[in-house]
DNA sequence: GTTACTCGGTTAAAAAAGCAACTCAGTTAT
DNA sequence: ATAACTGAGTTGCTTTTTTAACCGAGTAAC
C-alpha cells in the first residue's frame, strides 16, 4: 500500500526536502526575488533544468507546502464516516488542526513558520499564486459536495471560513501573544464560525 | 591547470570517496571476506552496478590506495631535472616520502594505517592482487628508464629495495614503535639501501 | 534606441545511476 | 550427487541528471 522504498524514491525524496529547505532558507535570510532559482540549485549542488524537474515555477519552491494540502479539505469529505454530515467532518478537521497546531490553521508562533508567513503574504507573486491553488482546493471540495450550484456555494463558504480564522488566529501571533495563549479562543472562534454555516 | 570543477566531477568523486571510506572502515570493522559488496553498496547507498562502475573488483576498493600511486616511481624519472641520474631521483624521492611519513614508505604510526596495512598483507587475496599492482608499476618504471634487460633488471631492483625498506619499517612500527623514532633509522636504511643499488 | 545583462524557464543530447535478472564459482545441506 | 545458496561481477533497459545552449521579458547603460 505505501509508497516503494527503493534507492531512486528515497534519493528524490531526500532531494526534494534538500530543495525545499535551502529555497525557503534563502528565501527568509535575502527575500524572495533578491534570491535566483540559480543561487538555490547551486546552494543544494543540483542543475537548474533538475530543479525544475522538481517543483515547476519559482513560486512553487514556497508554495509546495500549501500545494501538499491540496485537496485536503476534499478528501475530508470523502473519507468521513457514514452518517456523518460534510459540513460537521470539515469542522472537527480542523479542530484537530488546531489542537496540533498545524501551521496551515495560523496557528503556530514558531518563529520560522511566522516568518514564512510574512514572506508570502508580502510578496505579491506568492500571494497571487497562492488564490490559484486555494480556487483549484476549492474546486476540488464542490466536487466531493456533489454536483449544481449549491455544493460550489457551500466549498466557497467552508474554504472561506478557514481562511478567515486562519488570518485572524495569525493576526494574534503576530501580535507578539502565544499559540498556547490563543488556542481556546481560536477554538471557540471556530466553533461559532462552522456553527454559522449551517 | 587543475581538473574542471563541474557539477558532475564534484560528485563523482565524493561519490568514489564516499565508497573508499565506507568500505575500508567496514573491511577494518568485520574483515576482508565478512563483508559482500552489496552490504558496502548499501552502506553508501548506490546500486551495485554503479559500485563496479566506480572499482572494477571487491580487491581494487581497497588496493585503490596503492593503485593512486601506481606509475609513481616512472613518473619521478621521466619528471627528475635534467643533469640527474635516475636512481639518485628516484632515492630523493623515497627520503622525501618517509619525511612526510608517507603510508607507502610503512612509516606511519596511525593506528588507521596500521591496521589497513595489516588488513592487506592478511588477506591473501589481497596480497595477491597487490604483486600484479607492483609488476605494472614494475613495467612502467623499465619503460621510463630505457630499453633492454639492463632497464629490466634496473626497475627490480630499485622496487625490490623499495619494498623492502617499507616491510622493515612497517615491522618495528608494528612492534609498537612510533613512527618518529623509527624516523632516523629509515632514513638511514634507505640511503644505505639505495647507494648499494649503484 | 540599440546594446547588453540578468533572470525565469526550456530543450536536446550525453553521462550516470538504478533496477532486475542473469552468469559463474564455490559452499553447504540433504 | 544433486539441489539450494551465496557472493562477485555483468547485461540491457529505464530513469534521472548534467551540460550547454537557447528563448523571451524586463531593465539598465550609453
Redesign the pocket.
Known sequence: MNE?T???????AR?RDAIADASISLFLERGF?R?????I?AAV??????????F?????LVLHRFADHQGEAARVVRDRGSGIEPVPALHRHFRAGLDRFDPVTGLNDHPEVVAFHRLVFTTPSLAARLTRYQLEDEEALADALGEGIRARLCAAQVLAVQRVLARTNWQKIADGRTARDVHTEALADADQAFEHLR
Open positions: 516503494p527503493g534507492l531512486r524514491a528515497r534519493k528524490k532531494t526575488d534570491v535566483s532559482v540559480s543561487d540549485a549542488e543540483i542543475s537548474k533544468p533538475t530543479l525544475f524537474r522538481y515547476p515555477t519559482k513560486e512553487d
